[in-house]
């Protein structure tokens, strides 16, 4: 391990821009502001630029000081035309990956490694650190722990690089309380770090609504509650999409989804309620868009709507309360959210809660305001990408004075 006092980070994630995702997101934000704090980074991701039956190539880029390096070609996000690749196969692209990764490692010479996401990054960088003699923190941002620890074929891979994490970082209580579920004795070795957040300089919102003037026919009197992400399960989608039925009955409320249309899951748990909503003109999808697009869109409604029954740290959620929408959300989000203030929290997986507290927000014009000018604050206070990475840096110092 390399014992100069600057940081030399080796960070594994599972993306990175212009990997779409909020793991890449995160990253990315998290990487640059590593490097503003004097730290050296090098970050190893995968790429599916090309057909999985090319030989092992790399792609180096630097961005704002963080070196990226790209291991292709890789399973994930690959255009396989809906072919399942059978584990085994999936075990050999692993292993081309670390053997690429470990080169660069050796090289590098970390003083600390960090993944974002405990599957295919965790793995391989549990074994880079072993292999370079570095700490390793393990993030965990989201299926990764919530979904993952209930999947037999996968629980035994978590483990395994929670075991070998000297820390493991959660972006949410939540994700900690699943974590200490399946593995209790990391209660000691975890702790939360909240995502922090940068907007793009091109999304800020505008006073009128140049989207949804010209793509919809909803009058400007309707409350707008946003969606912002991909409409999927574990947002709970089929509970918003109840909730709105409720909620028109009293109020008529249109909800703008700011992404994709639903996916085959989705469309079998809710298909007919998303089809009769969009018949009664209830419901507008943009369609997958660039971020500084998609953010400029949401800024033209009203609510910024995150009913998750699982899920990390949303960045939908803590972009939509920034560019001054009020946040109605499940408790899963109660690290951001401080309901009967700065928004409303519902209970997580009830239509009608969530129902109830859309109506409350889309009846009173005053309290939207009010709220929203509060959460608005609490991103700016809490939710600071420089902070988020002090946060990180403090933990790497603390690592490395053992």
């Not at 949410?172 to 995502?195: T, W």
């Not at 249309?261 to 997958?288: F, K, P, Y």
């Not at 014009?365 to 902070?387: C, M, V, Y």
Request: hydrophobic content about 45%; aromatic content about 6%; glycine content about 6%.
């Amino acid at each position: 391990m390399n014992t100069s006092s600057k940081h030399r980070v080796l960070f594994v994630s599972e993306g990175y821009p212009p990997t779409s995702g909020g793991v890449a997101t995160s990253a990315q934000r998290v990487a640059r502001n590593l490097v503003r704090l004097g730290c050296e980074v090098m970050l190893l991701t995968f790429d599916n630029s090309q057909p999985l039956t090319n030989e092992d190539y790399l792609v180096c880029e630097d961005d704002n000081g963080v070196q990226v390096r790209r291991m292709g070609p890789f399973f994930l996000k690959q255009p396989t035309a809906g072919i399942e690749l059978s584990e085994k196969i999936r075990a050999i692209f692993r292993r081309r990956a670390f053997d690429q990764m470990l080169t660069l490692a050796q090289s590098f010479q970390p003083t600390v490694v960090l993944s974002f996401y405990l599957l295919n990054a965790g793995l391989l960088a549990a074994y880079l650190a072993r292999a370079v003699s570095a700490p390793y923190v393990a993030g965990v941002r989201g299926n990764d722990i919530g979904r993952n620890i209930f999947s037999v074929d996968r629980l035994a891979a978590v483990r395994l690089v929670v075991d070998s994490a000297d820390r493991i970082v959660c972006v949410n209580q939540h994700l900690r309380q699943r974590l200490l579920l399946a593995f209790p004795e990391a209660g000691s070795r975890s702790s939360v770090i909240v995502n922090g957040l940068e907007l793009p300089i091109n999304c800020l919102p505008k006073p009128a609504r140049p989207y949804l003037d010209v793509n919809t026919n909803w009058s400007a009197r309707e409350p707008v509650a946003v969606f912002i992400g991909a409409p999927r399960e574990k947002k709970g989608i089929a509970c918003l999409l109840h909730a709105v039925e409720l909620v028109r009955a009293h109020i008529p409320l249109r909800l703008l989804i700011v992404g994709p249309a639903l996916g085959a899951v989705e469309e079998r748990q809710c298909g007919m309620a998303w089809s009769q909503l969009i018949d009664c003109n209830a419901i507008h999808v943009t369609g997958h868009q660039d971020r500084a697009t998609a953010l400029q869109i949401a800024a033209e409604g009203d609510i910024v709507v995150m009913p998750s029954i699982e899920d990390g740290m949303a960045n939908g959620l803590l972009e939509g309360m920034a560019l001054g929408l009020v946040p109605v959300a499940s408790d899963l989000f109660s690290d951001v959210v401080v309901s009967d203030s700065a928004g409303w929290l519902v209970k997580r997986n009830s239509a009608e809660a969530l129902a109830a507290a859309l109506v409350e927000a889309g009846m009173s014009q005053e309290q939207r305001s009010k709220r929203a000018t509060e959460a608005q604050k609490l991103i700016a206070k809490n939710h600071q990408p420089a902070g988020e990475a002090s946060a990180y840096v403090a933990l790497f110092k603390e690592l490395r004075a053992q």
